[in-house]
């Protein structure tokens, strides 16, 4: 069968993720011009201040200088699904950090007197939170800017002391940009780099992983949690493997994995672990490292300086941020275990990962209640806080504009900027249009089950109301089989 692609000219034609939301961000961030006349004198503590919070009622393109009624109504802002890309601190973390924000401002590196002692102390505490939501010793916990640095370090720094004799590194397609970018500036060095692929839920194949390992293989670097479809590598079996092997350092990236799923350094026989502040609910600009040790590991440090954290990363530490992490993984550690907290904390916030799962599956159950042709891309065993889901015959970035009442990513933050599907679903082995119809659906600690109804409920609508748009959906409709179709041009 021949059918002309003038038949599908109803169809809008294919614009980028990117170009979408570009528009929606200028929209939102323009002055309001003529609107600015209208805006009603705000209460005093607002004058003078431009609000550019993105609320749906900006979204829709109006004033980006708030109205009196509307702060004092409070209009909702979009439903933040977005939870990969960043999670919001929580309030818990925040306390913890405005002290040394305020008053306790010493350097934590001032040896001599008190205010250094306490900011030290803090610090110190801080490292053990961490330490203790991944069974390690805290002072093989490295504080740095976040995971990209953390990775950074990791990889480049333990392929480098070790360039001498060994010059193979290993890591997988999947990888976050800062791990595969790290590898592609080792391998301008003279490096080799293997880069596995998955299988087609994610995973790698262990057997894959042996069969690259050479003699001269200095690290290893696999993920645990994956950003864009939550598929959890095998961890443990991959430690297990490596562990046959003298020589080989073990590093995964950790940054959407630390505080949401059990992860213990000696069990997971890990040697370095990559973790960022602002994916469990800290702060923006924290991370850290966890760097083995015994048996020692020995890196290159990338910054020289004064020879802060074990002389592995110089320069004057940051204490409102490192208390803010501490908070983080000391908060986190308590919602992965108290099953039996009290009654009020329990309502508050319950069991992260058990609400997490709870709410993920009213959110994959009520969309395919409702609408055919969905996939999940990956594991479906995967985190259940990070569901990516493509929807055939809708083009994702007319799905992203008509959900503007929901703060959702096509992918990663990085991929959404190109025209490029994604790397990661591309790896998986999804089809062209597939990957183009993907959405992530990032959920997290403070995410209701109303919020979630909402997001069902339009994405059911819209859905429909695209695919009622479609010729490709009709033809569907009409039995026709699309892959028999032999589409020309003229
Ligand atoms: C898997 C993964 N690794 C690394 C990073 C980079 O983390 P950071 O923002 O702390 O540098 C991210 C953030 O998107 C991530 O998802």
Not at 6 to 27: C, E, F, G, M, Y
Not at 111 to 135: C, F, N, P
Not at 264 to 287: A, F, Q, T
Not at 316 to 326: E, K, R, W
């Amino acid at each position: 069968m021949i059918i002309m692609l003038s038949r599908l000219s109803r169809s809008a034609p294919r614009r980028s993720i990117a170009s979408v939301v570009n528009v929606a961000k200028r929209q939102f961030v323009q002055p309001s011009g003529a609107d600015r006349a209208s805006v009603v004198e705000l209460p005093s503590e607002y004058q003078d201040e431009t609000h550019l919070s993105p609320r749906a009622d900006m979204l829709g393109f109006k004033a980006s200088i708030p109205k009196r009624e509307d702060i004092l109504s409070m209009k909702p802002r979009p439903i933040y699904l977005d939870m990969q890309a960043t999670t919001p601190v929580d309030p818990r973390v925040l306390d913890a950090m405005l002290p040394y924000l305020s008053d306790q401002f010493g350097n934590p590196h001032s040896r001599t007197h008190a205010y250094g002692w306490e900011s030290e102390q803090a610090v110190e505490d801080a490292r053990k939170h961490i330490a203790d939501l991944i069974g390690a010793d805290q002072k093989d916990i490295i504080f740095t800017s976040g995971a990209t640095e953390s990775n950074n370090a990791a990889i480049k720094g333990v392929a480098r002391f070790h360039k001498e004799k060994k010059r193979h590194v290993i890591t997988t397609q999947t990888e976050h940009k800062c791990v595969l970018d790290s590898c592609r500036k080792l391998g301008e060095e003279g490096f080799d780099v293997t880069y596995l692929p998955v299988q087609k839920d994610g995973t790698i194949d262990l057997a894959q992983l042996e069969d690259a390992i050479r003699p001269d293989t200095s690290v290893v670097s696999i993920m645990t949690v994956n950003n864009e479809i939550g598929v959890i590598q095998p961890i443990k079996e991959i430690g297990a493997l490596l562990r046959k092997h003298r020589g080989i350092y073990f590093h995964t990236d950790a940054a959407q994995a630390v505080g949401k799923i059990p992860l213990d350094v000696n069990e997971m026989n890990l040697d370095l672990m990559s973790i960022s502040g602002h994916k469990l609910y800290g702060p923006k600009g924290i991370g850290a490292l966890y760097v083995r040790r015994r048996p020692r590991v020995r890196l290159e440090p990338l910054l020289s300086g004064g020879g802060q954290e074990r002389g592995l990363r110089s320069g004057t530490l940051a204490p409102a941020l490192v208390v803010g992490l501490g908070e983080a993984a000391r908060v986190a550690k308590r919602e992965m275990t108290v099953r039996n907290a009290l009654l009020i904390d329990m309502m508050r916030t319950a069991q992260d990962h058990a609400r997490i799962t709870e709410l993920a599956n009213r959110l994959i159950t009520g969309i395919n209640a409702h609408v055919e042709h969905v996939v999940r891309n990956g594991d479906v065993n995967g985190y259940p806080g990070c569901i990516n889901l493509s929807f055939a015959y809708v083009e994702g970035e007319s799905l992203l504009m008509a959900l503007k009442d929901i703060a959702l990513s096509s992918g990663s933050a990085c991929t959404s900027a190109s025209l490029e599907p994604s790397y990661v679903l591309r790896a998986l082995g999804a089809a062209e249009d597939m990957a183009h119809s993907s959405l992530r659906f990032g959920i997290g600690r403070f995410t209701t089950e109303a919020e979630i109804d909402f997001v069902v409920q339009h994405i059911i609508r819209t859905v429909q109301k695209l695919r009622d748009m479609s010729p490709l959906w009709e033809m569907v409709q009409e039995g026709i089989d699309l892959r028999t179709i032999n589409w020309s041009q003229h």
